[in-house]
């Protein structure tokens, strides 16, 4: 029996990486096991072993899949923060808070104020990291004309590492960040490989840089380098943050054709905050479902969902009312989210006779109703 779990085990490790390892591989396989984080650290520390690319972003994913587990926070998470800091690789910000929020809903009072004191130390020790932390005051210091001079007093080690993390020090500065990218990658001895320029990509995703991030992206296709998915999730939720809807969705099919796909809960997601818009984009929901079908080959529930919220908030119920004949015709049962969004809908443009209509068919096909549906009933006292 054990000799077959090793086979199964080796088999599985085929499979992953069946192309060339490169850190968007790495990365994309340890998100594929992180339901299961003791495989998930075997995995990583063979991936280790066998001198595959493991950088920042791999550590710090699989920091933040130990913590959301309390049997395997409690089993692996300091040694592996240890095997990270020794490693050269520090704690990111939305780790830290991922790993304090996963701490405290686990109860894990020790593990917290631990954390916490963790991190607050190397935060101080980060500031006397001089190269580092000099290059990034100088970059935000100086415009790009006189930037050469003060970076090469600096003496910075250039390395896609410390790339990074100077680009980590300057997410608030994108264009600045772009110029100090610009800059590290003219030197002779050095090249951006996909760490560098996803770091670089998490920097320019915004408003003020859009031009700029589509120009790296396409930079980085040409180089044969992908978005990872870590930055893909950082990306795509910064995006919807931000309500850059076209450019979440732009990204979302930059994924789908590529190698690194997202999950198919990300459809119904970003249609859903589509949805949330005052008037939402059905042309962004369609591209998504475009999209999503010729992937996956199917319909979801989710996605029928989100289908379906997208076309009550405009106030189309027919076509609505297709979406759930479709829907169960592919098996899939209207339930308590597709009657509430329709209800909504109605509510929305003031249609309460046919929103109670709704309610009472919902009650009647034993539907519970969502906790946001307590105190709310459309039908006149």
């Not at 990365?27 to 066998?50: E, G, H, T, W």
């Not at 560098?196 to 380098?225: D, H, P, T």
């Not at 529930?301 to 908030?313: P, V, W």
Request: net charge neutral; aromatic share 8%.
């Amino acid at each position: 029996m054990a000799a077959l779990r090793r086979l199964l085990s080796l088999g599985r490790r085929r499979r992953l990486f069946s192309t060339t390892a490169t850190p968007e591989s790495v990365l994309y396989n340890l998100k594929s096991l992180a339901k299961d984080p003791s495989r998930a650290v075997a995995f990583f520390r063979s991936s280790v072993a066998d001198g595959h690319p493991v950088g920042s972003a791999a550590y710090n994913f699989m920091l933040r899949t130990i913590a959301s587990h309390p049997s395997s926070a409690q089993s692996h998470f300091w040694d592996f923060l240890r095997d990270m800091e020794d490693a050269g690789h520090s704690v990111d910000e939305g780790t830290y808070h991922a790993a304090l929020a996963a701490f405290k809903n686990a109860n894990l009072i020790a593990d917290y104020a631990s954390l916490t004191a963790h991190f607050k130390k190397a935060r101080e020790e980060a500031k006397a990291d001089t190269p580092i932390s000099a290059a990034a005051d100088a970059v935000r210091a100086h415009d790009a004309s006189d930037l050469d001079d003060k970076l090469q007093a600096i003496q910075l080690p250039l390395t896609e590492a410390a790339v990074a993390k100077v680009l980590s020090k300057l997410k608030d500065h994108p264009i600045k960040a772009l110029a100090f990218f610009r800059w590290a990658g003219r030197h002779k001895g050095y090249t951006h490989g996909s760490v560098a320029y996803n770091a670089m990509a998490r920097v320019l995703g915004r408003e003020e840089s859009v031009k700029e991030f589509w120009e790296l992206i396409q930079e980085m296709k040409a180089g044969g380098m992908h978005v990872d998915i870590d930055t893909y999730v950082k990306l795509s939720r910064n995006f919807q943050k931000r309500h850059m809807l076209k450019e979440a969705v732009e990204l979302y099919e930059l994924m789908m054709d590529g190698p690194f796909k997202p999950s198919q809960m990300d459809a119904p997601l970003i249609i859903r905050r589509i949805s949330l818009a005052p008037s939402p984009d059905l042309d962004l929901v369609n591209r998504v479902v475009r999209k999503f079908e010729t992937v996956w080959e199917i319909k979801t529930k989710e996605l029928f969902d989100g289908i379906h919220r997208a076309l009550t908030s405009n106030g189309r119920f027919d076509e609505a009312a297709e979406i759930v004949q479709r829907m169960k015709a592919e098996g899939h049962c209207p339930d308590n989210i597709t009657y509430s969004q329709l209800i909504y809908g109605l509510c929305r443009v003031n249609r309460l006779e046919d929103a109670h209509e709704v309610f009472d068919e919902m009650e009647a096909q034993g539907c519970p109703r969502f906790k946001d549906l307590d105190h709310f009933d459309p039908r006149p006292l």
